[in-house]
C-alpha cells in the first residue's frame, strides 16, 4: 500500500485523537539529523501527536518533552553506541545486528525497554527504510520489511506478531493514548532522569497522586511529569 492507505487503514483501526498538538518543524528536524525521513512516518506523527499505541509503543518525535523519546535529542545515538559496546564478533550471536550500527535509527520504545530501529538503507531514499526490533539491545532481532505505519497496521491489525510483544498486547483492542505532556521542556542536564534516584521520582510521584510500584520500572509517564514539574523554566 502506499503511505496515505496505510494510514488510512492504521485510523480506521485506531482512531487518533480529535485534537492534536501543532506538527513539528520537518525541515528543522531532517536538518538536525542530517538525513530526510518517510514520508508515512511524518503523516503519521502529524496525524496523532505523541502518545502510546497499546498503552505500550511510543514512538520517537522531533521535540519530544523527554530526550528518551526525542528523535532529534541524544538517544538515538546513545543506543547506537551502546549496541557497538555490546557487540561480538561472532555473527552467529544472539547479538548480531541486522546491519552495521550506523545505519539503525531510533524510533520507538516500548514500557518493556523493546527498541524499534529503522535500518536507514538506503540512506538517499527513506520511503524505503525498513524496521527492525530488538529487546533491551540484546535479544534477537525482529526484521520488518515495510514502514512504520505499515507495521503499526499489521501489528495492531493482528496479522503480524513480533515474538518479543506481549501476547496479550490486542486483549482490549488497538488503541492510542495521547500524552498529558507535549512541549518541549528545558532540563538542567542531558541525562536528568539517570542523575537522580529512583525513590526521589517515586516519593515525588506519590505525593502527587501518582500510583508507582514499590520495585521496577517508573513508569514513562510518571517520569514526564516529574521532569516536566521539577525541570521546567
Sequence with gaps: MTALADLAALTALCPPPAVVPPAPDWSLAEDELGVGLPRDYKELVDAYGPGEFCAFLTLYRPGALS????LTGPMPARLRAQLDAGRTADARSPRALPCATGDLLAVGVTGNGHYLFWDTRPRDAPDRWTLAVTERLSAPWFTYSGSVTAFLVDVLGGTSNVPLFPPGLLDTGPSFTPSRLRGRVRVTAPSSWSQVSTSTIRAWA????????????????????????????
Design 67 to 70: 530526550e528518551w523519546v526525542d
Design 206 to 233: 506519590r505525593a502527587n497522586g501518582y500510583d508507582v510500584p514499590a520495585r521496577g520500572r517508573v513508569p514513562r509517564a510518571v517520569l514526564e511529569a516529574w521532569e516536566a514539574a521539577t525541570h521546567s523554566d
